[in-house]
């Protein structure tokens, strides 16, 4: 057995034994990370020092996630490591504090190893917008990992790290899960602090984990939840381990299967996969009801005005005045163009434009304020949803991970990829993506479980349950 096969509990217990040491566990996925970084591409800092001073001060503690090595996604702050989320705008950015789950982590005594590769601000869906280069897909290096947490996604299925956070604005923890073969959770809004994630769409991002099993996820999602001053729209939400009603099977649960989620354009092998994980879901004694989501057609058109209006607003303080990168010009107007216009990549630009159109005098009723309101249609077909059933079940995304290049010049071919996991975050909703096969040329697939606000505990007990009976998620890419 290597220590990359390890859970996060066997890690702990394996430091606790005293077996392994949080040093040598560093230095382990550290010397991974040179191996294989080199084929992925995953991080855009790796931090040596930082993670071996923290390893070695570790102390031997209760916490369950003491010692243990852990990767961020670069749109987090961590105070003492560059933050550029991607963009050249942020270049050599050091951020003077950290984000509030980052620090929650810190404090449990997590080792935090390094910062991933994301798309841009987190806009896209395949990692390939990040101004420093793209990330392959441990599973098949010709093929994108997902996004935009995918430096995440990538580092956990390659053994680099045991889990990872990323964000979540529209599919982009869940997504790249999928497309990498582990599981991951996108929160309730709300529910995890967003202080310190550089805001995209503020109303609907949030903190999310990634790891190689629904068992890893829970004791690092339940030590970041909770009310934080530092952000408003924190809720207070203790974690609450839920028992199902019958501990031995997943009798009195009801799985509703929306029919607008299996619907043409999805690839074969994937609508089969996840509607077999749904039989063997019942073969557990769930129950499993068809349902209707009848506005999942509009989350599209709706969650790109949303999310590209309020990228609009939050890019707006990249103004070459503030933060580290400048190009030099005559005038304050020329300072914002100049640098705004070098600067920004491609698909920031492009949202920049759409959501200032969207927002401006004359078109807001008809862009802004529609997608306003058919985002709560979306949110109403949830609550009537959830009225009669506790989770929902689907496929993360209609394929699995694509070729390198081959949404390069069509960016609305690569927004139709999203269609599955916008509408969890237009609605606010928790969503708990997880492995449940493969297709014939040996790429994982995902099937999402969407729950109602603040069922994360549920979706985690019915997570769990499937992967005690299955073992898609212990399946290994064979660059490991
Ligand atoms: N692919 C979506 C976008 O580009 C979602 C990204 C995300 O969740 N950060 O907006």
């Known amino acids: 057995m290597k220590l990359s096969d390890f859970s996060l509990a066997g890690l702990k217990n ?45 102390k031997p503690s209760d916490s369950p996630l003491c010692g243990i090595p852990i990767a961020v996604k670069d749109v987090l702050m961590v105070e003492g490591m560059p933050a550029t989320a991607g963009s050249k705008i942020l270049k050599d950015y050091m951020p003077p504090f950290t984000a509030t789950a980052v620090k929650k982590l810190e404090d449990a005594g997590m080792v935090i190893i390094g910062k991933t590769n994301t798309d841009e601000f987190a806009m896209g869906s395949s990692t390939e917008n990040s101004a420093y280069g793209l990330t392959r897909n441990p599973w098949n290096l010709d093929r994108v990992p997902g996004g935009s947490s995918g430096g995440s996604a990538a580092a956990v299925a390659a053994g680099m790290v045991p889990v990872a956070l990323g964000s979540d604005t529209g599919g982009s923890v869940r997504q ?10 996108k929160p309730t809004y709300g529910r995890v602090s967003r202080y310190g994630l550089s805001a995209y769409g503020s109303s609907l991002d949030s903190i999310g984990v990634l ?42 649960i009801r799985i509703g299967v929306p029919e607008e989620y299996f619907v043409e354009g999805t690839q074969d ?23 209707s989501l009848p506005h999942t057609e509009y989350a599209i058109p709706a969650y790109y005005i949303l999310a590209s209006a309020e990228a609009s607003a939050n890019l707006a303080r990249f103004d070459g005045i503030r933060y580290t990168q400048r190009e030099s010009a005559s005038t304050l107007e020329e300072v914002y163009k100049k640098t705004r216009g070098k600067l920004f990549g491609e698909e920031v630009k492009r949202r920049i434009m759409l959501g200032t159109y969207a927002l401006s005098a004359g078109y807001y009723d008809a862009f802004y304020g529609q997608a306003q309101k058919v985002r709560t249609l979306i949110r109403r077909d949830f ?12 496929p993360v995304a209609p394929t699995t991970a694509f070729e390198i290049g081959s949404h390069g010049d069509d960016p609305l071919s690569m927004y139709l990829e999203d269609i599955f996991t916008l509408p969890a975050n237009l609605a606010g909703i928790p969503s708990l993506a997880l492995p449940v096969g493969f297709d014939d040329i040996a790429m994982p697939i995902g099937m999402q479980l969407m729950g109602a606000h603040f069922s994360e505990e549920l979706l985690f007990d019915i997570g769990k349950f499937y992967q005690r009976e299955t073992d898609w998620h212990k399946k290994k890419p064979k660059i490991v």
Not at 176 to 185: D, L, R, T, V
Not at 234 to 252: D, E, I
Request: glycine fraction near 4%; aromatic fraction near 6%.
């Open 383 to 394: 609550e009537e949803a959830f009225l009669k059933v506790d989770a929902i079940a689907t």
């Open 14 to 58: 394996s430091l606790t034994s005293g077996e392994t040491t949080s040093t040598e566990l560093t230095r382990f996925y550290l010397d991974r990370i040179r191996q294989l970084e080199p084929k992925v591409n995953a991080f855009l800092h790796i931090d040596q020092k930082y993670a071996l001073t923290k390893a070695e001060s570790s």
């Open 269 to 291: 092998e994937v609508e089969s996969a996840v509607r077999e994980a749904i039989q063997q879901l019942k073969e557990l004694e769930a129950e499993i009801i068809p349902i």
């Open 176 to 185: 790249p899960a999928s497309y990498c073969g582990i599981s991951g959770i």
């Open 211 to 252: 790891a190689r099993s629904v068992e890893d996820i829970i004791p690092v999602f339940k030590t970041m939840v909770g009310k934080d001053p530092l952000d408003a729209t924190s809720v207070k939400s203790p974690f609450t381990p839920r028992k199902l009603p019958n501990g031995a099977s997943l009798k009195g």
